[in-house]
């Protein structure tokens, strides 16, 4: 993966995305969603950021979408295989980073402090 022209490279890439990796957690914990509940349940993602990560992960093989044939169409987004196990092994680190956000966040303004004097 390190190096430059490596395949894996271009993957980790995409699904280290920010709204990827909250997307597939989101589907992990509240299982098949519609559109409009993913981006509520996400909260913050756009129309359009929302699309185009669900797009990339279906690519990939990690969500699957599911068109029904009513009246209006229902479209239903859910995780494959591939994305279940993706999402158990970014769910402790979700779990880690809300328990140690606000030491982060310290250190950040300890940071940002000391070097704001210079």
């Given amino acids: 993966m390190f190096a430059p022209r490596c395949p894996s490279r ?10 990827s990796m909250l997307i597939l957690m989101t589907l992990s ?8 509940e993913l981006q509520r349940a996400v909260g913050g993602v756009s129309r359009k950021m929302l ?10 093989g990690l969500v ?8 209006p ?6 995780l494959l295989p591939l ?4 999402a158990e092994l970014v ?7 809300e328990r140690r956000a606000e030491q ?7 940071f940002d402090a000391a070097h704001a004097e210079g």
């Fill in 51 to 60: 699309t185009q990560s669900l797009r990339n992960l279906e690519r990939s």
């Fill in 73 to 78: 169409p229902r479209v239903v987004y859910d």
């Fill in 29 to 36: 914990s509240c299982g098949p969603q519609r559109f409009s």
């Fill in 104 to 110: 982060m966040m310290a250190a950040r303004e300890e």
């Fill in 83 to 86: 994305g279940r196990e993706l």
């Fill in 64 to 71: 699957r979408r599911t068109v029904f044939p009513e009246t």
């Fill in 91 to 97: 769910e402790p680190l979700g779990r880690w980073t």
């Fill in 10 to 19: 271009e993957v980790f890439a995409e699904l280290v995305d920010k709204w």
